[in-house]
């Protein structure tokens, strides 16, 4: 149980961190939003890019 705990905690951190650099990198408001969406999915993009570069 613990351990869904810290994964969950390291997940809403880094969430909070990408929102932050996403929107702080937009330029009107619906690049902030499409920003946004990106934080809630870049977990995916890095496990993918890093079994890309393992050639997985």
């Known amino acids: 149980m613990a ?3 810290h994964s969950g905690a390291v997940y809403g951190l880094g969430f909070i961190g990408a929102a932050i650099y996403f ?6 408001f619906w690049m902030g939003v499409i920003g946004f969406l990106k934080a809630l ?3 995916a993009f890095l496990v993918y890019e890093a079994l890309k570069s393992l050639g997985i």
């Open 41 to 43: 999915v870049w977990p």
């Open 3 to 5: 351990k869904d705990v």
């Open 23 to 28: 929107i702080s990198q937009a330029t009107t």
